[in-house]
T-cell receptor
């Protein structure tokens, strides 16, 4: 079983739609969690950290369920510029991040 | 601030050739990392350096060496390149007091 699993997609949504991605992780001792965004042929960029209480940053909401070992990302009012690959990332120790393979989102006009 | 910079952006090597990928950060971060990214796989950690003067192996260190030259610079060396090392290489850095890592723009390496 992969340490971090994501649906590769692509998720095709129209502008203005709400879309959600999930991610599961296998290591119950994982310490912290993140969503990164990666545009085609570019470097990953930190989108947001994920906290147990859930957290929101504008149109983006992240949730963590430690009991079920999954993380979610909800994007409201999708924009064309949200088209990218979203990477679920788990910190299994202080220095080691484990990256999912990413979920591809395509937002169309 | 330039953030994390990497050179070169692109490189083509023949099997058996050697090269060094350079990485520098100007954010005064303690920790630095080298990853490779291959299609269908998540980023995989090659080596990391928790502080100047220390380096440790990651998930896929075979065929690579690293040097943490100073706090700013962390280089990755391929002594004898193999086609299996064809990949995109990303350098990253982190402030130990904050979550998340910051990535450079990547080096696209092809080994023929």
């Amino acid at each position: 079983r992969k340490e971090v699993e994501q649906d590769p997609g692509p998720f095709n949504v129209p502008e203005g739609a709400t879309v959600a991605f999930n991610c599961t992780y296998s290591n119950s001792a994982s310490q912290s969690f993140f969503w990164y965004r990666q545009d085609c042929r570019k470097e990953p960029k930190l989108l947001m950290s994920v906290y147990s209480s859930g957290n929101e940053d504008g149109r983006f909401t992240a949730q963590l369920n430690r009991a079920s070992q999954y993380i979610s990302l909800l994007i409201r009012d999708s924009k064309l510029s949200d088209s990218a690959t979203y990477l679920c990332v788990v910190n299994i120790s202080f220095q080691k991040l484990v990256f999912g393979t990413g979920t591809r989102l395509l937002v169309s006009p | 601030n330039a953030g994390v910079t990497q050179t070169p952006k692109f490189q083509v090597l023949k099997t058996g050739q050697s090269m060094t990928l350079q990485c520098a950060q100007d954010m005064n971060h303690n920790s630095m990392y080298w990853y490779r990214q291959d299609p269908g796989m998540g980023l995989r950690l090659i080596y990391y350096s928790a502080s100047e003067g220390t380096t440790d192996k990651g998930e896929v260190p075979n065929g690579y060496n690293v040097s943490r030259l100073n706090k700013r610079e962390f280089s990755l060396r391929l002594e004898s390149a193999a086609p299996s090392q064809t990949s995109v290489y990303f350098c990253a850095s982190r402030d130990n007091r904050a979550p998340g890592q910051y990535f450079g723009p990547g080096t696209r390496l092809t080994v023929t």
